[in-house]
T-cell receptor
Framework: IAGITQAPTSQILAAGRRMTLRCTQDMRHNAMYWYRQDLGLGLRLIHYSNTAGTTGKGEVPDGYSVSRANTDDFPLTLASAVPSQTSVYFC?????????????FGPGTRLTVL | AQSVAQPEDQVNVAEGNPLTVKCTYSVSGNPYLFWYVQYPNRGLQFLLKYITGDNLVKGSYGFEAEFNKSQTSFHLKKPSALVSDSALYFCAVRDQTGANNLFFGTGTRLTVIP
């Protein structure tokens, strides 16, 4: 079934550790996104990529980095995790980067930083 | 600046009754508006979107939404609620610049009472 997969499903991480959240889509979508979901705040954009080889910063990029080596994969890295990065992380993709393009979401990764 | 407001954190409705989940928006220029639903421990699922044209948009699972430009609203509706509609609902907006950021509301939890 076509869609977006994320790994791991959940993770408990010690503060200061490095962590990479994986995201893969098989829809050949050009654009991909990383959001974090926090209670009472909705979803906020961390980083995005309009096409392979390009990335951009979203609303809350500090402490996170991304890469887009190919169309399908868009990993999110926390270089040195802090407790405020405890959240649920969602990867999304869309066919294009235009305002009318629908974003489709993965199942999420629940990250706890202690 | 773009923003979305969902004024109700919680909406309760009896099964079989009509439901409305409210959303108001603020953008410069014409908006692109989206509704998503999130079931427990799942990612967001796309329900419907308004781009242009008919103010009444029909989407998945019998949901529809009405775009009202004068009131800057995009309320989600369903004529007859099902217990299985119980979930968290998010409204989101983008503007015509096609900026990558999809701005989400804080979500409304819908509970359908049998």
């Amino acid at each position: 079934i076509a869609g977006i997969t994320q790994a791991p499903t959940s993770q408990i991480l010690a503060a200061g550790r490095r962590m990479t959240l994986r995201c893969t889509q098989d829809m050949r979508h050009n654009a991909m996104y990383w959001y974090r979901q926090d209670l009472g705040l909705g979803l906020r954009l961390i980083h995005y990529s309009n096409t392979a080889g390009t990335t951009g910063k979203g609303e809350v990029p500090d402490g996170y980095s991304v890469s887009r080596a190919n169309t399908d994969d868009f990993p999110l890295t926390l270089a040195s995790a802090v407790p405020s990065q405890t959240s649920v992380y969602f990867c999304a993709s869309s066919k294009g980067q235009g305002g009318t393009d629908t974003q489709y979401f993965g199942p999420g990764t629940r990250l706890t930083v202690l | 600046a773009q923003s979305v407001a969902q004024p109700e954190d919680q909406v309760n409705v009896a099964e079989g009754n009509p439901l409305t989940v409210k959303c108001t928006y603020s953008v410069s220029g014409n908006p692109y508006l989206f509704w998503y639903v999130q079931y427990p421990n799942r990612g967001l699922q796309f329900l419907l979107k308004y781009i242009t044209g008919d103010n009444l948009v029909k989407g998945s699972y019998g949901f529809e939404a009405e775009f009202n430009k004068s009131q800057t609203s995009f309320h989600l509706k369903k004529p007859s609620a099902l217990v299985s509609d119980s979930a968290l609902y998010f409204c989101a907006v983008r503007d015509q610049t096609g900026a990558n950021n999809l701005f989400f509301g804080t979500g409304t939890r819908l509970t359908v009472i049998p």
